[in-house]
C-alpha cells in the first residue's frame, strides 16, 4: 500500500470531524454546549444527536448555523464546512452573502435572514 497516504490519512489534526472540530472550538471558548445551539438555534434533540457521532453531517444551513453562533472568522468558517462536506460557492448569491457576514463578523441570525429575503434567497431558519 501506498505509505504516503497511509501518513496523511493519520495526521489527527486534518482528518477531525466537523462535530469534533465544533466540540473543539466550544471547548476553546470555554461557554457550555447550550450556549451555542441556542444561539444557532437548533433544537436541543438535534444537538444531541450530533454531539453523540462524530461523524454526524448536518446540512449546510445547520453547519452555517452553528459556525455563526461558534463566531467564527471567514478562514475558520470554510474549513468547517469544508470538513462536513460543503463550501460557499462564488456562484451563489445567497453564499456570497453568508460569506459577507463571516468576512465582517456579524453573527445575527436575524440581520442575515433579513438580508437573504431581501436578495430573494432563502433564510438560514427557514
Not at 26 to 54: F, G, T
Request: hydrophobic fraction near 40%; charge should be negative.
Amino acid at each position: 500500500p501506498n505509505k504516503d497516504i497511509v501518513n496523511e490519512l493519520n495526521e489527527v489534526e486534518r482528518n477531525k470531524t466537523f462535530v469534533d472540530k465544533m466540540l473543539e472550538y466550544i471547548s476553546a471558548k470555554d461557554v457550555k454546549d447550550s450556549v451555542i445551539y441556542k444561539a444557532a438555534r437548533i433544537d436541543r434533540r438535534l444537538w444531541s444527536k450530533m454531539v453523540s457521532n462524530s461523524d454526524y453531517k448536518p446540512s449546510k444551513d445547520t453547519c452555517i448555523l452553528i459556525l455563526l453562533g461558534l463566531e467564527l472568522d471567514l478562514k475558520s468558517a470554510q474549513d468547517m464546512l469544508f470538513r462536513a462536506g460543503y463550501a460557499l460557492s462564488h456562484s451563489l448569491k445567497r453564499d456570497i452573502a453568508i460569506e459577507y457576514f463571516f468576512a465582517n463578523k456579524i453573527y445575527d441570525v436575524d440581520e442575515i435572514d433579513e438580508t437573504l429575503i431581501l436578495l430573494g434567497e432563502k433564510t438560514l431558519t427557514k
